[in-house]
């Protein structure tokens, strides 16, 4: 049986995957976090005693697969640790400096890793509606709004950065070269940019929206996550597939999927 760990296990999204992964039967074999010490993971995840408590010491890592949802400065040194020990990582944390994305892929280079902003099933298929609307309406002037939550640390959202870089690969396959604008104020007329705008309050779990504009008409697609189960359960089955993958690499939910 497949033996995971969970760092951040003690967090929001940490305990919901220890739940979803006791209920899909498999080991779970450590629990880490700086909060919640010594506490019994599975009570924390409302499941019952489980008999793995929370440890804060990453460095006794010992296991098939790590899925972590931490923050980005964790997260990395997460990632050296599994990578040192030959353990598979599933990263669902967000907010990385492009210093800390390559960091991410040379790491990579020595075990199979998946890293996505988002691993909900009806996310990546919204990525992928929104690329194919785009192949179409590429000349139309094209806006992001995300809603979240008012704890949430990074703005704007990694789901919401990952859908501007589709927008912008797909513009410049068409020949437009355009900009990432994450806001605007002041004089600011708009440019030849994809505009990306974060919302926080309250508890919204998470809400996209892509904004075609085109001339008398616009289109919009929404994608609304009413549960975060939804990216817990998307985790433990990335972990699954990982689990049996042998060569080290950068993988995507794509490549779990089979898009």
Known sequence: MMKVAVSGAAGRMGRLVVK???EKGLDIAQAFDIREVGKDAGELAGIGKIGVSIQDDIT???ADVLIDFTIAEAAIKNAEVAAEKGVKIVIGTTGFTDEQKKRLE???ERIPMIVSPNFSLGVN???KIVEFAANF??????EIVELHHRHKRDAPSGTAMRLAEILKVV???KGEDVNIKTCREGIAPRGKEIGVFGVRGGDVVGEHTVFFFGNGERVEITHRAMSRECFASGAVEAAKWLFNVSNPGLYTMNDVLGF
């Open 20 to 22: 979803n992964a006791f």
């Open 106 to 108: 040379k790491l990579s």
């Open 171 to 173: 513009k410049k396959a």
């Open 125 to 127: 298929v919204f990525w």
């Open 137 to 142: 309406l590429s000349e139309w002037d094209t």
């Open 60 to 62: 006794r890592l010992d």
